[in-house]
């Protein structure tokens, strides 16, 4: 059981990332995946997610700015984020929708920190 994200960073708002997500098979092949995102002190929240044959919905907060991929090839998964703004810094997350369990426990892997300077 394995998911990884990358591509985080420093970003002056209105800029751009991509994040990538290496998931293994087991999680990834025929789910629906998601991003999600979490700051302190508040709830980790799903903000994009995309069905194994590439149907993708947004949280309200991301819509038109932020676009999901997936490479079922290669088992992963993309967020393309444009636009980005003060309020979008946190730390993100790649996970089946929902999110996968192992032995009763919440897994969420290794996300990647996004910071949007104003």
């Known amino acids: 059981v394995q998911l990884q994200a990358s591509g985080g960073g420093l970003v002056q708002a209105g800029g751009s990332l991509r994040l990538s997500c290496g998931a293994s098979?087991?999680?990834?092949?025929?789910?629906?995946m998601g991003w999600y995102r979490q700051t302190p002190g508040k709830q980790r929240e799903l903000v994009a997610r995309i069905s194994n044959g590439g149907s993708t919905d947004y949280a309200d907060s991301v819509k038109g700015r932020f676009t999901i991929a997936r490479d079922n090839a290669k088992n992963t998964v993309y967020l393309q984020m444009n636009s980005l703004k003060p309020d979008d810094t946190a730390d993100y997350y790649c996970?089946?929708?929902?999110?996968?369990?192992?032995?009763?426990?919440?897994?969420w892997g290794k996300g990647t920190q996004v910071t949007v300077s104003s």
């Open positions: 098979g087991s999680i990834f092949r025929g789910k629906i």
């Open positions: 996970n089946s929708v929902p999110n996968v369990r192992v032995n009763g426990i919440d897994y």
